[in-house]
């Protein structure tokens, strides 16, 4: 892929960007993890040229005040498209917007929002995987479910390349729902004890960087029409005994959430955060999760 980008200013805290692109696929089957005897597949129909744009408009009136300790607000909505030279019926777009506020309650104790929709459509849309949290040590991913964009049930997985992890719902696998589109909410109360309590300079990176965390996490995924009602179905999956085999429709609650608490510091020059979560599917409370990830929150 070969991408330029433009960026205008509208004005201090606001800019719209544009990036066109053109780019190359191409899937070779190498087998896997279950069944690695299976020999490579290359073949000339399972390559895929493309063309397209991003364009971003981004607000940002957000002021770090220390690693993982943000205050203001800020927000992105873009639009991606994606144009098959070689096979129109390639073509697919996306549209999504995020916008997150970090509000100061006291000293530096911040209590933080984001909400994320997003959609792909097309000729060939592809899909978002919900669960989960970014660099999570010790990841699950879920390969069950019709349609499991992270299951390759044919030589030709096409959509593998573009899926989108929709994250941080901890509490949950990897692609726990998925589906065309996605709406996701996070809520999160971040408090640097440490650094509220003291009166001068903190020597030491662990204690200047300590935080606890409270948040609560929603979010659902789903294809077709919004699984919003009684009719529409969130998660399909197959059950199979001898020679019968069944697919099974589960009208659910279309909404995993999840709430806990966690800890946050600077260790060995990494970003470490653990995070324990009661997750919440169909109203049933789970058994508690461990999540250990690197890097920062939202």
Not at 131 to 136: A, R, S
Request: aromatic residues 16%; positive net charge.
């Amino acid at each position: 892929k070969i991408e330029f980008g433009a960026s205008y200013p509208l004005s201090v805290r606001t800019r719209i960007t544009v990036k066109p692109f053109v780019g190359f696929t191409r899937f070779v089957d190498r087998g896997s993890d279950y069944n690695p005897s299976t020999p490579p597949v290359f073949a000339a129909a399972e390559q895929q040229f493309y063309s397209g744009f991003k364009s971003e408009l981004v607000y940002d009136n957000s002021l770090t005040t220390g690693l993982n300790i943000i205050e203001g607000t800020r927000g992105k909505a873009s639009f991606l498209h994606y144009e098959g030279l070689n096979n129109s019926q390639a073509s697919f777009s996306q549209v999504s917007i995020d916008v997150r506020h970090y509000q100061k309650i006291y000293k530096e104790i911040v209590f933080a929002v984001r909400g994320y929709a997003g959609s792909f459509f097309g000729n060939a849309p592809k899909q978002y995987v919900l669960g989960g949290m970014d660099n999570w040590l010790g990841n699950r991913t879920n390969r069950e479910g019709v349609g499991n964009p992270l299951v390759n049930n044919t030589s030709y997985n096409s959509n593998l390349l573009f899926v989108e992890f929709a994250t941080s719902l901890r509490g949950f696998d990897y692609a726990t729902l998925y589906g065309n589109n996605v709406l996701l909410g996070n809520a999160e109360l971040r408090l640097p004890i440490v650094r509220a309590l003291a009166g001068g300079p903190i020597a030491s990176n662990f204690f200047r960087n300590m935080q606890l965390t409270a948040f609560y996490d929603i979010g659902t995924s789903w294809s077709g029409p919004a699984p919003f009602n009684a009719e529409k179905s969130v998660r399909n999956r197959v059950v199979e005994q001898g020679p019968i085999k069944v697919e099974v429709n589960e009208y659910l609650n279309p909404w995993l959430y999840s709430y806990g608490c966690g800890f946050r510091t600077l260790m060995l020059g990494y970003y470490i955060k653990l995070d324990v979560a009661w997750p919440v599917e169909n109203y049933a409370v789970k058994d508690p999760r461990f999540h250990f990830t690197l890097g920062f929150d939202f």
